[in-house]
């Protein structure tokens, strides 16, 4: 079956076709439609790319994310650059929607009732599921025959039992408001926790004793406590904000600095998001750059307040391997994704220093020279009894195997 998926942001389209068979799952195509609707969407570019193929990239008009998808479509029919010969071959649509709230444990097929839930918990995710309806809404639109799937970042995460999901707030906010932890990057987790356990599995270690830490470093970076291919904790929260250091968020912090803040400084509710959310992490702490490979070269050359910033970033992850060691029981391997958990061996490496009493023991030649595939590497000694995974995500092929399945 031929399976688009679809990844909308607020200003973004991002998109990837794909042949999904028993038998073989193949990348036919991806790309993005980037700045759509910013200045009425006058500077927005395109960018399509076959495998094996130049990429191309063309700036043109894009004023709204209908338009974004018309553009998408009419390429992936085109003559010179598209993949396939007409609309009527994709036999399904994915689209990766980031809140489900606790209404979806896992994906489903789209129906009015599933948008009118998915515009329902819009307030936990006010910036992110508006613009996965609009995506949505298109498709609906240009593709009013095809069955569309909606696949949930939270939805892995509703496994977890209340003693890890409550916040030790009075519990009416909880019933009332639906404040709890949620979690979320829970498409990559499950992929990556996936093929670990293959591996695992693939070593003698049966699937209901697997015990997994993932832990992605991107942009972004959360971990979870994978039991048994069952997520039963995670980093993140209510929002995207809580848990590790990452590019521009601050990750875990005492909620008494948020009124503080207010006090000392005169914030607003808004600015203090603003702040927490955009001007801090690597970016705030280092004073450099968001981005990992600026923030290392700047450590590297002694800028002390971007050594600083790894180390924070380097500690909580450490802390949570231990605290997530002791959730689970035991532990069986640590997975490292995402821009850097695949790119950064000396995050990788700092993360896991003095965790040999764990029974993890990274071997310093593999992790160096970790190279890239599908199905990961082992960066661990032969002889240490916890595996350690570096393993590429790929969230638009869980979305895409999670459409066919539901669709056929
Ligand atoms: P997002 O959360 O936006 O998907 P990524 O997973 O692409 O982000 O991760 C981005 C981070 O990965 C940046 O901090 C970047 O510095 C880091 N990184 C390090 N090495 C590389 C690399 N070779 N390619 C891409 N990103 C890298």
Do not use: W
């Not at 997994?212 to 991107?218: D, E, N, Q, S």
């Not at 209510?238 to 875990?252: K, Q, S, V, W, Y």
């Amino acid at each position: 079956m031929i399976v688009l998926v679809v990844n909308c942001g607020s200003s973004s389209l991002k998109y990837e076709l794909f042949d999904i068979r028993s038998e073989s799952e193949k990348a036919l195509a991806s790309g993005v439609a980037d700045r759509v609707g910013i200045n009425g969407g006058q500077q927005a570019v395109f960018k399509h790319h076959v495998p094996g193929c130049a990429e191309v990239e063309r700036e043109q008009p894009i004023p709204d994310h209908e338009v974004a998808l018309d553009l998408v479509l009419k390429t992936l029919v085109d003559g010179e650059q598209g993949v396939i010969s007409a609309l009527d071959e994709i036999g399904a649509v994915g689209h990766r929607v980031v809140h489900g709230g606790e209404k979806f444990s896992q994906s489903v097929i789209i129906d009015d009732e599933v948008v009118a839930a998915i515009e329902e918990v819009a307030e936990l995710a006010p910036l992110h599921n508006p613009a996965n309806l609009m995506g949505i809404r298109a498709c609906t639109k240009r593709l009013p025959d095809v069955t569309q799937v909606a696949v949930f970042d939270t939805a892995f995460h509703q496994t977890m039992e209340r003693k890890a999901f409550l916040y030790g707030l009075p519990y009416e906010l909880y019933e009332e408001y639906g404040i709890r932890r949620y979690g979320f990057h829970g498409t990559s987790h499950r992929y990556v926790s996936i093929v670990a356990g293959r591996r695992l599995s693939e070593i003698g270690l049966p699937a209901d004793e697997q015990k997994i830490v993932t832990t992605h470093l991107g942009n972004g970076s959360s971990m979870a406590a994978v039991k048994a291919g069952r997520s039963i904790d995670t980093t993140m929260g209510l929002t995207p904000l809580e848990g590790l250091l990452m590019g521009t968020r601050c990750g875990d912090l005492d909620p008494a600095i948020v009124p503080y803040l207010h006090d000392k400084l005169q914030l607003t509710p808004t600015e203090a998001d603003t702040l927490l959310n955009t001007k801090s992490g690597l970016l705030g702490v280092s004073g450099v750059s968001s981005d990992m490979r600026d923030v290392k070269a700047a450590a590297a050359a002694g800028n002390e307040r971007a050594q600083a910033a790894i180390e924070i970033l380097c500690y909580r992850v450490k802390k949570y391997v231990g605290a997530y060691a002791a959730a689970l029981g035991g532990l069986s391997a640590v997975v490292f994704t995402a821009g850097i958990g695949e790119n950064e061996p000396l995050i990788r490496e700092k993360s896991l220093q003095g965790t040999e009493y764990l029974g993890i023991k990274v071997e310093p030649d593999r992790n160096y020279g970790a190279t890239k595939g599908r199905d990961g590497v082992d960066i661990s000694d032969p002889g240490s009894p916890v595996r350690v995974y570096v393993i590429p995500t790929d969230e638009e092929l869980m979305i895409a195997r999670d459409t066919a399945e539901l669709v056929s």
